[in-house]
């Protein structure tokens, strides 16, 4: 079975930086598309970021596109998530997911596998 596990999360002020990072085990970590999705208090769960297979394409929501960057690491089996110029707004639950072809992802929102979520908060 694959699992999907966040890190780097945390609490920062507004205008700081963190990079999420999100590990695969249990399947061959190249043969996935990569995304990342979030969830605020009292809204949905949101596309936030995508990555093809060897990272030759990149997806942004209009929100973080220009601050955030996503990348891979495909022989450490990693995607991260560079957010740089945090805002309140950004403040959620962000997610890892990983699925098989990438519109799972920027459309459907229903990628085959989910991580468990890392908290990020910027305080005002």
């Known amino acids: 079975q694959v699992q999907l596990v966040e890190s780097g999360g945390g609490l920062v002020q507004p205008g700081d930086s963190l990079r999420l990072s999100c590990t695969l085990s249990?399947?061959?970590?190249?043969?996935?598309?990569m995304g990342w999705f979030r969830q605020a208090p009292g809204k949905e769960r949101e596309f936030v970021s995508g990555?093809?297979?060897?990272?030759?394409?990149?997806y942004y929501a209009d929100s973080v596109k220009g601050r955030f960057t996503v990348s891979r690491d495909n022989p450490k089996n990693t995607v991260y998530l560079q957010m740089n110029s945090l805002k309140p707004e950004d403040t959620a639950v962000y997610y890892c997911?990983?699925?098989?072809?990438?519109?799972?992802?920027?459309?459907?929102?229903?990628?085959?596998?989910w991580g468990r979520g890392t908290q990020v908060t910027v305080s005002s």
């Open positions: 990555i093809t297979f060897t990272g030759a394409n990149t």
């Open positions: 997911a990983a699925a098989e072809k990438i519109q799972q992802i920027l459309r459907s929102g229903a990628p085959n596998y």
């Open positions: 249990g399947r061959t970590f190249s043969n996935y598309n």
